[in-house]
């Protein structure tokens, strides 16, 4: 009987050891599964972590190129901009010196009919003068004294000029330019051998009736006086209206009234600008 016992404890304490050990075993297993997970988890994490990096140094890539080529683009443009002004001023320059001889041969045929007019003059003086002499040298009647008084008119030289006034009288169909699209605030400045002249600023008008006197002193035929008509702009730079050149060959004539037609600039980085209209002249002088 107590054998029996005996046996029938050994054998429990066998199945509590078996059951321990399977116990350890599970844990063991538990643990382990466990500790897989946690290092799945943190290698997918690290996976992720990866892939934004990539994307971002991808992204960033990206972006620096589109920045080199739009660079790229902004330097060719300027560049095309660049050789475009420059052809444009290559063909200013080559206008302005064509405008520069047409220019100089008119003022060269406007001497050369000056000086036949004054050798006309001269040769008209000199007949006179010659008949005159031959009027003196025909003998007297024997019955009838005759007394002949004669006055020689020389003619003298226009120039030079030695008090010029040119009157501007008015200016007509003046040009808008005004981003309002308002009428311009004109006045008329002369430049003549290096000395500025400014008439005062009229309101508000196309068409201003300046009525204002310039005075120019020791004019010669080949001097050039200019006169230019400006915008009043009070808050920016005044604008270009127009402008008149005049040879002193041209004001040989007092009392003459002209119309000029108003035009661009000479200098050749100004002959986009847009102008029309007219400015009316009155020539006076005074020796």
Not at 45 to 64: G, I, M, N, Y
Not at 205 to 219: Q, S
Not at 261 to 270: F, G, N, Q, S, T
């Amino acid at each position: 009987m107590e054998a029996r016992l005996k046996e029938q404890a050994e054998e429990d304490a066998r199945r509590r050891a078996w059951d321990e050990y399977n116990k350890q075993q599970a844990i063991a297993a538990a643990t382990q599964a466990e500790e897989e997970r946690r290092r799945a988890a943190w290698d997918e994490f690290h996976r992720q972590e990866v892939l934004k990096q990539e994307a971002a140094r991808r992204a960033a890539e990206e972006e620096e190129r589109k920045r080199q080529q739009a660079w790229a683009e902004y330097h060719a443009q300027q560049e095309a901009l660049r050789q475009q002004q420059q052809a444009q001023a290559t063909i200013a320059m080559a206008a302005e010196a064509q405008t520069k001889a047409l220019q100089a041969q008119e003022a060269a045929a406007r001497a050369a009919q000056a000086q036949q007019q004054l050798l006309m003059q001269q040769e008209a003086l000199r007949q006179q003068q010659l008949q005159t002499v031959v009027i003196n040298q025909i003998p007297p009647r024997p019955t009838t004294t005759v007394t002949t008084t004669t006055k020689t008119i020389v003619q003298p030289s226009l120039f030079p000029i030695k008090r010029l006034l040119i009157r501007a009288k008015r200016a007509a169909r003046l040009i808008k330019k005004s981003a309002l699209g308002t009428k311009p605030d004109p006045y008329i400045k002369s430049l003549f051998n290096g000395n500025y002249q400014r008439s005062t600023t009229l309101k508000a008008t196309c068409n201003p009736k300046f009525e204002h006197e310039f005075e120019f002193l020791n004019v010669d035929k080949i001097d050039i006086i200019v006169f230019q008509v400006y915008d009043d702009c009070q808050l920016s730079k005044d604008d270009f209206l127009g402008e008149v050149r005049i040879s002193g060959a041209e004001c040989g004539q007092p009392g003459l009234v002209r119309d000029y037609e108003l035009r661009p600039r000479e200098l050749h980085h100004h002959k986009s600008d847009k102008v029309h209209g007219t400015l009316t002249l009155e020539f006076e002088w005074k020796r």
